[in-house]
């Protein structure tokens, strides 16, 4: 039988996982976009190839 502890401890374990793909992912885009900036792309130009607004590339460039 589940307790209503058990659905809780679920719950978070579900959205726990969800929060670390994502973060996951961003870290995957910042690393891209890092190696872009070292190989000389300007961020207008990443912003143009990545279709990422410049607000969200700087973002991204942050948590590296």
Do not use: C, D, F, P
Not at 1 to 14: D, F, H, N, Q, S
């Amino acid at each position: 039988m589940r307790t209503v502890a058990y659905k809780y401890i679920e719950e978070g374990r579900i959205r726990g996982k969800a929060e670390g793909i994502q973060i996951g992912e961003a870290k995957g885009e910042a690393k891209l976009l890092k190696m872009m900036l070292k190989n000389g792309h300007s961020i207008a130009a990443i912003a143009s190839i990545t279709k990422l607004s410049v607000a969200r590339i700087k973002q991204l460039l942050n948590l590296i």
